[in-house]
């Protein structure tokens, strides 16, 4: 196994550390370092900067938009994004319908749909989570009933839709035949376009305030059969595929390493007893157990780009292990950081008569938001028991 980057993966890195360093705006770089909400706009434009350059879709075929960068090079990509605090891609036009489209989408559904993603054109969001339905996925119920004129009547209600209220598509599982025995059977993958009449997003607020997901209604809205991606009831297999897509990255390896450098230098400033809270000892183990963690982390993530770059395996049920480590790790750094900031950070936004800066007041809310990561892309609990089964055989 050779964990080390050869001579032209380092050529690389600095090629592509050197065009982030003249091509992310400083006030979006503000933005995602200050852990600030970002508008649609601010996403949109980083978007379009990277479809300028053509690096914003580095796993697509080439024919379509991708960059033919092997696995190693996307991985460093990837990270160096993180460490550059870019924006991120957001994934559900660019990493989650896109493949899936690639995969089972029509060449009609091709054309029209990928480069106005790979553009920014269309924003999407991803319809799977029902009320009930959420690790239990395949017991959905919205249904889909197809009429004589070529369209399906879908109604029924998504849950914790993130990004809704932004969105001009959506790809939802729906049921098309809910007489099957079984219950993955029977469920179909439809583009439903979220200006349709019948479609009504509310806003759900999450524990720090902000409104990033959402419940979405569907009151007999019609959806041209075109707009259904592989078979009718088929949907599962496309489901499924998608997933493994949706956790590849979630790891964020190189946004953890910039937030360990921020915490570390909040905590050499923070005074402990008159000392900074960094030579104090149990705040020092924490810390440590975190950044081996993290460099666990990178390494487990390398041995299996390694395995990838010799048998082009694709890593299957070990996305779980990164997907449990990294957002644990998230997680840790956020509390962390609200230690390292003393009794300031409990507060959710400044106060004008104390001491506060933009930054302190901002790690309440992302410690409270960032209790999300455990629980989406399928719950951590939810990955244990797929490295038990697939991995461990259990
Ligand atoms: C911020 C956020 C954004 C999201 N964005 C989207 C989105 O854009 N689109 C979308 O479709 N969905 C989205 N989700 C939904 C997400 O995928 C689900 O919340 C997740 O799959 C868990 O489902 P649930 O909420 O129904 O909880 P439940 O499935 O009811 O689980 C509740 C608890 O029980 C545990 N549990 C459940 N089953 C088992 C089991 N078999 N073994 C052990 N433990 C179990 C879970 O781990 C969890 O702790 C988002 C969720 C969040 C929090």
Redesign the pocket.
Known sequence: MDLNYSPDELAFRDEVRGWLRSNLPDDLRAKVEGYQELSKDDLLRWHKILAKKGWVAPDWPTEWGGTDWNVVQRYIWEEECGFAATPMVVPFGVRMCAPVLLRFGTDAQKKKFLPRIYHGEDFW?????EP?????LASLKTRAVRQGDGHYVVTGQ?I???MAQHADWIFCLVRTDGTTGKRQDGISFLLIDMHTPGITVRPIV?LDGSK??NEVFFDEVAVPVENLVHEEGKGWTVAKYLLGYERMGTGRIGASKRELAKLKELAGEQLKDGRPLMEDPRFRDRLTRVEVELMALEITNLRFLDQMRRSGRPPGADVSMLKIKGTEIQQAITELMMQAAGPLAQAFRPVDAMDFDHFTARLAPRYCNLR?AT????????QR?IIAKATLGL
């Open positions: 969001c991803q319809g799977y989570s009930g339905s959420g690790s239990d998504k914790w839709t993130t999450l990033e997901v999300k629980i989406y892309a399928g719950s951590n609990e939810i028991n």
